[in-house]
Each structure stands twice: as structure tokens, then as C-alpha cells.
């Protein structure tokens, strides 16, 4: 069987691909060229990141086409339910991908609570005791409130770290209840945390001094923090999406964060990948990274070993 990855896969997965039998082929091919490419080369195992989609007319043209992989845990570019309504399998990596969000997030937290994304712009060419000054009314991490909304592994997996640094964590998820995590420090420890449901995402914001998305768009399309949730918020809350664009309403975000009700934003992710609109990027009070959430090497061996293994398990050996 012929797999293309689209948009790459690690050498750990290449390899386990590999000695099944499989041949891997990871030429980038540009989107409008993907169909006939499939068609031609009889591919039919299609790997994607967020760079390659695979929507219905794709799906459609490409009859011998079996399987779709994401590579992370978002499936936003995928027509997964049509694929899947036609006998198409769709995968996807929850897991291998939790950690090295989660710590993009904490580095995220801490960048946006020292001023440290607008510090390293203008260090070497702005006045030493004026930029002292300016960014001398950072606050620290410890003993304050985050409310992460969307609590499965990657939500989890942040929940770790902010307790490892003395945050008092609040949990918003779909679903209700109580979750233990074990902490993995120098003595395994774990916490209770309760669950407040996601409709009730008002509640769990408004004590919030740092809220971080983990959670798709809704599903009418629209943002889950918009114009009505930034006037629930505290004053100078400071908030990280590394979820998916469009959870946050732009517009809103930048009226919050010029009126002071967000003190600092960070964003890995943005409506209008991979064009995000200038004025968040150049926002003196916004850290922004290129969608790098699972961007390590760790992650990326997880998430290639992860494809291989459910592929292989699927399709056998050849």
C-alpha cells in the first residue's frame, strides 16, 4: 500500500511503515494538484497536518482512496464525517501531542505575564531606562486563577504544569464531573479537579486571572469567547489560544485588549492561516507563534509512530 504524507512524518514512522511493508512517499504536493497526484500515483493511505485538506471533492475524486491520518489532534481541515459516512477510515493523534502544547502554553503564560514578546522586539533599539520602566509591572504565575476551557489530554496536560507552578486551576469541558491527574514531579502527586460544563463557560471565566483554549470552534461556527465573555471577564485577565482560530473573536479581542479589560494575549493559532491579519501580529500586547503547538521533535515521533501503528493494525503487514 502506497501512503503519501502530505505535509511529512517523522523518520520513526517512516520506518515502522517501512519494514510492514509500506511504501511512504512524502513528496509535498500543492493542493490543487493533490487529486490527480492520489489518482495517478494509486495512493491510498493520505497523511495531512493543518497545511493539506481533504474535503468532500477531494474525498469524492479520489475513489481508491482508504484512509486519511491527521497528524495532531484537530481535524477542522478534514470532512471527517462525509469521509467516514462513505466507508472512508479517518485517524487522527490525540495523544501525542499533549505534552509539547501544554508546554508551549506554559512558556506562553509566562512570556505574556512579564511583557517578554514585546521586550525582545524593541531591546535593541530602544532606551535602556525607558524599556526598564515599561516593562517593569510584570505579575507572577504563582497563587493565580486559570480557567482552562476544554479538558481532555492536552487540557490535562497544562493542568500538570500550572499546579507544578502554584495556579489555582478551574476546568470547563463538555462534560461535568470530576477528574483526578497525577502530577508527575519529584514525588508523584495528583489533584481533584471538578468540571464545569462548557455552557456554563461564563462562570468559569469570570474569577479567571488566565484563561487557555483547548477547545474547537462551536458548533455553529462561531467563536466560544466573543464580545459577551470578554465583559464577563475580570480586568487584565491574560489569555492563550493554541486551539484553533476562530474560537476567539478577533474583532472582540482586540476592542478587549485596547480597553484593558485583556492586559496580554498570546496566539498560536489565527483565523486566516497561514495570512493572519496584521494588526494582531503587530500588537505590542499579543505573543504570537505560527501554529507550533506540536512542533517538537518528541511530539513529532510520537505522532509518526502513533499513524503507523493504528495504520498497521487497520491494514496488517504486506
Known sequence: ???LANDGVSASGIEALTNAGYTVITDKVEQENLVDYIN?????????????????ELIDSCP???????????MDNIDVQYARDIGR?????????????????????????????????????????????????GVELRGKNITIIGFGRIGQSLA????????????????????????????????????IPLKSVLDGIKDADYISLHVPKQNDGSAVIGSKEFDAMKDSVRIVNAARGGVID????????NTGKVAACALDVYENEPNPRK?????????????????????QDRIGTELAETIIAKFGTH
Open 89 to 137: 477510515i479517518v485517524i487522527n493523534t490525540p495523544g501525542a501531542s499533549s505534552q509539547s502544547v501544554a508546554e508551549l502554553v506554559m512558556g506562553h503564560l509566562f512570556a505574556i505575564s512579564r511583557s517578554l514578546n514585546d521586550s525582545y522586539k524593541n531591546m535593541e533599539n530602544g532606551d535602556f531606562k525607558s524599556l526598564k520602566k515599561k516593562y517593569g509591572k
Open 279 to 299: 494588526d494582531l501580529l503587530n500588537h505590542p500586547s499579543i505573543a504570537c507563534t505560527p501554529h507550533v503547538g506540536a512542533a517538537t521533535g518528541e511530539a
Open 1 to 3: 500500500m502506497k501512503v
Open 64 to 74: 481508491g482512496l482508504k484512509l486519511i491520518g491527521r497528524g495532531g489532534v484537530g
Open 40 to 56: 495517478r500515483e494509486n495512493i491510498e493511505i493520505l497523511f495531512v497536518r493543518s497545511a493539506t485538506t481533504a474535503r468532500k
Open 160 to 195: 500538570k504544569y500550572a499546579i507544578g507552578v502554584g495556579m489555582n486551576v478551574t476546568a470547563v469541558d463538555l462534560f461535568a464531573g470530576t477528574t483526578n491527574i497525577e502530577i508527575e514531579l519529584g514525588n508523584n502527586a495528583s489533584a481533584s479537579i471538578e468540571i
Open 250 to 257: 478577533e474583532d472582540a479581542l482586540l476592542v478587549a485588549l
